[in-house]
């Protein structure tokens, strides 16, 4: 049985793999569950100005929440989407409101009260 940090790296890629046409993006992982006092969690920099597109972005979860979860997409300290899994749901719904900055710092941040079986959060924004 491969641990939850291989199945996470697996998942990650074969997302990677299924948006490989679109040269633009970003990818991102949370192991594990998300806890009331984590905050926002860091991605580095965008490596490049581009907006993200719904169509083109996709998240799964390893369990699935028990409650509908939105975690706030951000470019450095502005919003620019979210990311909801609804309650029961192993795929989350993007939607963005703004671009990338090129170096501005990526951020994914949990809501303040995480859904209590949400977990393996991985997923791709593509332009």
Known sequence: MATLVQ?????TQR????FKSRPK????GIQGKTTADEGPIPYGTAPYT?????????AVALVAATT???????SGATQIGTLTF????????FVFSG?????????LAPPATPDAA??????????
């Open 68 to 74: 509908s979860t939105q975690f706030l997409i951000r």
């Open 86 to 93: 609804g309650a029961g749901a192993t795929v989350g719904v």
């Open 25 to 28: 993006g970003l990818s991102f």
């Open 50 to 58: 581009f907006t993200p597109v719904a169509a083109n972005s996709r």
């Open 7 to 11: 199945r996470l790296i697996d998942l």
């Open 118 to 127: 949400l977990s393996g959060v991985s997923g791709f924004m593509g332009a």
């Open 99 to 107: 671009s990338f900055a090129k170096d501005a710092a990526v951020t």
């Open 15 to 18: 997302i990677a793999a299924e």
